[in-house]
């Protein structure tokens, strides 16, 4: 996109990038709605979804300023192709059942909860105080998650062996959180945003005690599937933006 | 005659395949989720009061699920929970004998006192 690059703001992309995790995982957590067995959990997991909603809502707000040209919040929520879309791969994969669903977000909620500190701590504001909103709204994620994981893992035969399922399922997704793209690492530079790279040991210090609670071993850091960020992603992004985005691509503007 | 039984644990959508354990040990199901009473305190200075209940599998869930259940909305700043099973209640066909013999003895309202002029309200 073409744009003037002010080195004092976050590049559209490093805002596009957090902001697509929070739109898909949102969204990827909303299929429960009306679905979990139990209403206080089905209640649970649509309030986060509805945070991480909120939060991408500011971040593409925030983008869309930015790269101005027309761009809104909904533009570069449903007018982006499968390519354009920069959010982890991790985030995009089916909600499976619930051991998956939670280990997911926990594993996610440990990530951003990092993050969010880090950018809250960086020079600009506007990010800065997205990240302070954002960071209550995590803790509470992180907490439920975390309760969830220790919970099905230390829990009866049934449940430990579908978190351990989850464990093998997922894991392979978790070093892409790590790997640092190039507007990350430039947005590092200019002290706007956080490389990646250095949350690295303190989530898996993290992880590690929390599987030690659950009775979970830790997988050792192995190859990992990346590309995301790169707008390289698995098959099933293009089902969610398919949902996502229909009603906007068959009736462009419509609204209600 | 007899059914295979296939056996749906939380979080299984009964069409999407899973569900895949036969015949084992009871799964920790609403069915057997204790309910929890909960009482919201919704600022400081007041009291606690009864919301409504909820299933949990023990106190610390009880305390999320009425966080996500009862304040979204600001309702609240403190959360009690309590298992329903603790609660006794009075019985509502002693209500005659409990609650009647209190309605003749007007003497136990304070109205019999001549109230000083500065005392607006009492």
New interface residues.
Partial sequence: MPLAPDSRLPTPDYLLHLADNALILGHRNSEWCGHGPILEQDIAITNISLDLIGQSRYLYQYAASIMGEGATEDSLAYLRDVREFKNYLLLELPKGDWAVTVLRQYFFSQFQILQYRALQQKQDIQLSAIAEKAIKETVYHLRWSKEWVIRLGDGTEESSRRMNKAVDYLWSYTGELFMPSKFEIACAETEIGVDPATLKDEWYASVQQVFAEAALTLPSQGWTQSGGKEGVHTEHLGFILAELQFMQRAYPGNEW | MSFQSRKF?????PDDG?GD?VN??P????NN?PLWEVFIRSKQGLDHKHAGS????DA??AI??A???YT?RMEGISIWVVESKYIHASNPDEAESFYEPANDKVYRHPTFYVLPEAVKNM
């Avoid at chain 2, 644990?9 to 959508?13: E, H, L, N, V």
């Avoid at chain 2, 909820?54 to 599998?57: E, I, K, Q």
């Fill in positions: 644990f939380y979080g299984d959508i899973a354990s084992s040990q799964s920790i199901s609403e989720w909820l299933h949990a599998a610390q869930m999320e699920n966080r996500d259940v979204r």
